[in-house]
């Protein structure tokens, strides 16, 4: 897939978690959702993908470096550790390349010096590389050109526990700073990403194709599968870490609305996002009060991000 001539490619940088927790103590996410965003982005022709960072969050961040190099060995990854797990249960054979020897607050920090005002930051886990780079660098968040947040659950409950979704739960004092740290912020929660499931039938269609990228999803996607089918009863999956990467590649499938988020640190509900719109002036001065705006996925042409996802995995080089 070519880029079309004369555009300029978006820069990304995706902040992930890839790999599978084990079904009794992590069964939320499956690293076949972030492969699924890893290779829609490699096969997106508007995307230059300057590098991976991963963290904790599907498995521990040693682990998820090296899914993140089995899943492209010839990006730079900046390792931040922190977390464990594999893919699929495939027992797949070291990969050849190493990350580099940078901090991923490090890594964000650089590229978003070299190219201020460009780069695209998609985070699909816990928020912790982000808010190290905040700290790292108190003018990051104004040099950083975008940051897409998979997190967070908007008036709907969350899937660690009635108050809280799992990324957000894993690093609720980062997400907190990212959340008030003044970039352009765009999160789409649960209540957008359990609209997009890709079904049994989009599953035997990935299985059908020739391409290499289909193929090997379907290798990994057997344990997902079987959780929602346990969790939800639904026979599908929720499209968590797809649907938050095509908000950078196309964002004309959402809608959202803008106001203040605080997230919940301590106590029952811990990890809650708890979001004002801004549309009351409250009689005293609240932790809400002066902090920046964010924007928050509020709806989803749903058809249109499988649709995309589909095309982009089902095509080769």
């Known amino acids: 897939m070519a880029a079309v001539e004369g555009t300029t490619k978006k820069?990304?940088?995706?902040?992930?978690?890839?790999?599978?927790?084990?079904?009794?103590?992590?069964?939320?996410f499956d690293g076949a959702d972030d492969a699924m965003a890893i290779f829609v982005a490699?096969?997106?022709?508007?995307?230059?993908?300057?590098?991976l960072t991963t963290t904790f969050g599907n498995v521990h961040t040693a682990l998820a470096t090296r899914n993140a190099l089995h899943l492209h060995r010839k990006l730079r990854i900046a390792s931040f550790v922190h977390g464990s797990d594999g893919l699929g249960n495939q027992d797949f054979p070291p990969p050849a390349t190493k990350p580099v020897d940078q901090s991923a607050a490090a890594f964000l920090v650089e590229q978003a010096n070299l190219y201020p005002g460009q780069v695209t930051v998609v985070a699909l886990g816990p928020l912790t590389n982000l808010a190290l780079a905040v700290k790292f660098d108190p003018s990051f968040p104004k040099k950083i050109g975008q940051?897409?947040?998979?997190?967070?659950?908007?008036?709907?409950?969350?899937?660690?526990?009635?108050?809280?979704?799992?990324?957000?739960?894993?690093?609720?004092?980062?997400?907190?700073?990212?959340?008030?740290?003044?970039?352009?912020?765009?999160?789409?929660?649960?209540n957008i990403t359990h609209q997009v499931v890709l079904t049994d039938a989009d599953r035997e269609k990935l299985e059908q194709c020739d391409s290499k990228y289909a193929r090997y999803l379907c290798k990994i996607m057997g344990?997902?599968?079987?959780?929602?089918?346990?969790?939800?009863?639904?026979?599908?999956?929720?499209?968590?870490?797809?649907?938050?990467?095509i908000a950078a590649v196309n964002p004309s499938p959402l809608t959202?609305?803008?106001?203040?988020?605080?997230?919940?640190?301590?106590?029952?509900?811990?990890?809650?996002?708890?979001?004002?719109?801004?549309?009351?002036?409250?009689?005293?001065?609240?932790?809400?009060?002066?902090?920046?705006?964010?924007?928050?996925?509020?709806?989803?042409?749903?058809?249109?991000?499988?649709?995309?996802?589909?095309?982009?995995?089902?095509?080769?080089?």
């Open 256 to 317: 959202y609305t803008e106001g203040v988020v605080r997230v919940q640190t301590v106590g029952l509900t811990k990890g809650l996002t708890v979001f004002d719109n801004t549309k009351k002036r409250y009689g005293e001065i609240t932790a809400w009060t002066g902090m920046p705006t964010v924007k928050v996925a509020v709806t989803v042409d749903a058809s249109a991000v499988v649709e995309l996802m589909m095309q982009r995995l089902m095509t080769d080089d």
């Open 42 to 51: 490699l096969r997106s022709p508007e995307m230059e993908v300057l590098g």
């Open 147 to 190: 940051i897409i947040i998979l997190g967070g659950a908007y008036s709907v409950n969350g899937n660690v526990n009635p108050a809280a979704e799992a990324n957000i739960f894993g690093d609720p004092d980062a997400a907190d700073i990212v959340f008030t740290c003044g970039a352009d912020i765009l999160a789409v929660g649960l």
């Open 223 to 245: 344990i997902y599968f079987d959780y929602h089918k346990d969790a939800y009863f639904i026979k599908g999956v929720y499209l968590h870490d797809p649907t938050t990467l």
């Open 11 to 28: 820069k990304v940088i995706i902040d992930t978690d890839p790999g599978i927790g084990s079904p009794l103590t992590e069964p939320l």
